[in-house]
């Protein structure tokens, strides 16, 4: 006797119990892993406390792009008003930008920053951007936002290594 190509197609087996084993599966594997990765993520998750101690809200806003975007969502930035006097767990950061003047073509800021509770305050450098035949527009803001993170490199290498 000779088989054809097909025969084996011909053979059914019953396939209803191993969609039902393999969906068991997949629902035990989604109830014990899942809580575990949560808990395991939310402790891990590092958090930036974010102030502006009278800077632009522009300013913070440009600041907090440039976390997220070249820290690639190490940090959960959060927005706090007054700024947090020390971070909770070491893995946490407490930053400020600090106005140190502004007019009507200029604005000069500095960040302070605070790495894990037990960290010491740190106070980067004063950089100043300035504009002719204009006034300062919020959209000026992301580059000295990146060249005032840049400016300290203790904190630029803790958010953007």
């Not at 974010?50 to 070249?70: H, M, T």
């Not at 894990?116 to 740190?122: I, K, W, Y």
Request: proline share 7%; charged share 20%; net charge negative.
């Amino acid at each position: 006797m000779e088989l054809s190509p097909c025969h084996f197609f011909q053979q059914r087996t019953p396939r209803v119990p191993f969609v039902r084993l393999l969906l068991a599966a997949t629902i035990f594997a989604a109830f014990w892993i899942g809580p575990n990765m949560t808990n395991a993520r939310s402790e891990s998750a590092a958090i930036l406390h974010l102030a502006c101690d009278g800077a632009p809200a522009d300013l913070c806003g440009s600041v907090a792009q440039v976390i997220a975007e070249r820290s690639h969502g190490r940090y959960e930035i959060r927005h706090v008003a007054p700024p947090k006097a020390s971070p909770e767990r070491a893995s946490d950061l407490s930053l400020t930008v600090v106005l140190d003047g502004r007019g009507e073509n200029w604005i000069a800021a500095h960040l302070d920053w605070q790495h894990g509770p037990d960290g010491a305050r740190h106070s980067g450098p004063s950089m100043e951007m300035s504009v002719m035949d204009t006034t300062l527009k919020p959209r000026m803001y992301d580059r000295f936002a990146e060249n005032l993170i840049r400016a300290d490199a203790a904190i630029a290498a803790l958010l953007f290594d």
